[in-house]
């Protein structure tokens, strides 16, 4: 019974490129969520998502950031013309029905940017 | 927005000692979550309290939801050198966000 699978682990990009993290959530689980973590910070949320809906988008940027989570496949966390401050670990977690029993978290994507 | 302030923000110990680290709102939760992250890795979930009042155990970990439902600690008896990494508290915000703290690290020496 895998757990919420993350690719790559490590990403580093050039400022200006685009980053696409990756996301499978728990079988069974319909809710995905992305936290972001900055070094020596606990996690701020950024999207809630259900199949190819998105719920809550309140903690995301509003340029450049956009996620989804289709139908078929994983949910993608897409940054365009990434910046040197988008460098942090990004996680993401699945639930089978809310926050209320926590979340079950993937090992994340360090993003870097040079 | 809600905010959970962790302190202390880390500690250092000598193996087997105990442990006590708290997590306190200015705001009501009606469930408090206690996660570990170790280095590289996201974090996990030790502990779920849901009453206020509540004390609730996991191995050698203990976790009490506060009266005021306003705080909450966690204690870790006799540590060990597994338990190192950070140690955060978290509560719903509405129905599916979480809020967390920022943090507790554990560093023990041998």
């Known amino acids: 019974n895998a757990g919420v699978m993350q690719n790559p682990r490590h990403l580093v990009r050039r400022r200006g490129q685009e980053a696409r993290l990756r996301c499978s959530p728990m079988?069974?689980?319909?809710?995905v969520y992305w936290y972001r973590q900055l070094p020596e910070e606990g996690l701020k949320f950024m999207v809630y998502?259900?199949?190819?809906?998105?719920?809550?988008e309140s903690g995301m940027p509003k340029e450049r950031f956009s996620a989804e989570f289709p139908k078929e496949g994983p949910s993608i966390l897409r940054i365009q013309q990434v910046v040197r401050g988008d460098s942090a670990a990004y996680f993401c977690?699945?639930?089978?029905?809310?926050?209320?029993?926590?979340?079950?978290f993937g090992s994340g994507t360090r993003l870097t940017v040079v | 927005g809600q905010q959970l302030n962790q302190s202390p923000q880390s500690m250092f110990i000598q193996e087997g000692e105990d442990v006590s680290m708290n997590c306190t709102s200015s705001?009501?939760?009606?469930?408090w979550l206690w996660y570990k992250q170790d280095p590289g890795e996201g974090p996990v979930l030790l502990i779920a309290?849901?009453?206020?009042?509540e004390l609730t155990s996991n191995g050698r970990l203990t976790a009490q939801f506060g009266i005021t439902r306003k705080d909450s600690f966690l204690n870790i008896s006799a540590s060990i050198p597994s338990d190192v990494g950070i140690y955060f508290c978290?509560?719903?915000?509405?129905?599916?966000?979480?809020?967390f703290g920022q943090g507790t690290r554990l560093t023990i020496n041998p």
């Open positions: 309290l849901y009453k206020a009042g």
């Open positions: 705001s009501i939760f009606n469930t």
């Open positions: 978290a509560g719903p915000q509405g129905a599916q966000k979480l809020v």
């Open positions: 079988k069974g689980h319909s809710h």
């Open positions: 977690a699945s639930s089978p029905s809310g926050a209320g029993d926590g979340y079950t």
């Open positions: 998502l259900q199949k190819e809906n998105i719920i809550d």
